[in-house]
Structure formats: C-alpha cells, structure tokens
C-alpha cells in the first residue's frame, strides 16, 4: 500500500515539475497579462509551481481562453 502512494507521490512531483518548467518558461507572463516578470521571479515561482501544478494549470488554461 505504501508502495502504491509512493509511486503517486512521484507522478504527481514528475507532472508538476514539467508543468512548473513550462509555466515559469511561457505561462507566467500570460497570467499577469503580459506584465514583465524578472528571472529571479520565475525562480520563485517553481517550488509553488510544483506543488500546486492542478491549480497552476488550470490557470495558466484559463488565460489561454481570455484572449
């Protein structure tokens, strides 16, 4: 059983790291509306990217829809 949560564990920290690099590379400036967003900035945003990568993306999916 804990076999079983560990391999969710990393799936869900794999998934979120792609989705944080690809956010911090693209996304971040379609969610602040095209606001410049300074490298160390983007740096700040990974660790939060990685945890909360369902609510990142969802996100980032919405601004998407805006335009």
């Known amino acids: ?37 300074s490298p160390g900035a983007r740096l700040c945003f990974i660790p939060a990217s990685i945890a909360l990568w369902p609510l990142v993306l969802r996100r980032w999916l919405q601004a998407g829809e805006d335009k």
């Open 1 to 37: 059983m804990s076999l079983i949560f560990f391999y969710v564990f990393v799936l869900y920290v794999g998934i979120g790291m792609v989705t944080a690099v690809l956010f911090v590379i693209d996304g971040v400036s379609k969610v602040a509306h095209g606001a410049p967003v």
